[in-house]
């Protein structure tokens, strides 16, 4: 059964800090990987998709970086700012064999500082 | 494009009532649509996959007859909340699958809290 971990869980950097957040998957088995962005109480907003394929995706100042034979998601955020403290949502997809059901990791919460 | 929307965004009901969500896709068709919920500082854990034309597919601990979901149509799926009690109070989010590639869009949420 697919496990999905976001390590850390919370994060606090002063404002301009490069960070990088952790999400590990137990299953290399996978159709794509998706990081996201929620604000308190909001819904979903897609940052970057990674498909089994790829190795990594980049747009801005984010960078997600795919290793499906170790397991392995890195999403890499540049100059850090105020307003990208928000919850970072790992959600790895099985294929067909899992009926493409999407498993989230429980999230990390980053706060940036001014 | 691919955008899905969820009607309403936000409900309060009393408890012991039903409560009717709904999800659409507005600019495509789909033949799949997943139903999640998110318990406050949770994660989403899906409840639930709904197939046009056929029966939903519940995820394990999740109770059918307490959550209705209906795909009458390829733009349109519905989750009945029934008998709701306040420990329904939930997030619920849906997404819908399109394309050869299996392309996954999120709605916005619904928040439905049960007093």
């Known amino acids: 059964k697919q496990e999905v971990t976001q390590i850390p869980a919370a994060l606090s950097v002063p404002e301009g800090e490069n960070l990088v957040l952790n999400c590990s998957f137990t299953?290399?088995?996978?159709?794509?990987l998706q990081w996201f962005r929620q604000d308190p109480g909001k819904g979903l907003t897609s940052l970057l998709l990674?498909?089994?394929?790829?190795r990594e995706q980049t747009s801005g100042r984010l960078n997600a970086s795919l290793d499906k034979s170790s397991g392995r998601s890195t999403l890499y955020i540049a100059a850090s700012q105020p307003g990208d403290s928000a919850t970072y949502l790992c959600?790895?997809?099985?294929?067909?064999?899992?009926?493409?059901?999407?498993?989230f990791g429980a999230g990390t919460r980053l706060f940036v500082k001014a | 494009g691919a955008v899905v929307s969820q009607h309403p965004s936000w409900v309060i009901c009393k408890s012991g009532t039903s409560v009717k969500i709904e999800c659409r896709s507005l600019d495509f068709q789909a033949t799949t649509m997943f139903w999640y919920r998110q318990f406050p500082k949770q994660s989403l854990m899906l409840m639930a996959t709904?197939?046009?034309?056929?029966?939903?597919?519940?995820e394990q601990g999740v109770e059918k007859d307490k959550f209705l979901i209906n795909h009458a149509s390829l733009t349109l799926s519905t989750l009945t909340v029934t008998s709701a009690h306040p420990e329904d109070s939930s997030f619920y989010i849906c997404?819908?699958?399109?394309?050869?590639?299996?392309?996954?869009?999120f709605g916005p949420g619904t928040r439905l809290t049960v007093t």
């Open positions: 990674i498909q089994s394929s790829q």
């Open positions: 997404s819908a699958q399109a394309g050869a590639n299996y392309e996954q869009y």
């Open positions: 709904s197939n046009e034309g056929s029966k939903a597919t519940y």
């Open positions: 959600a790895v997809r099985p294929g067909w064999d899992g009926g493409f059901k999407t498993i």
């Open positions: 299953d290399s088995a996978i159709y794509n």
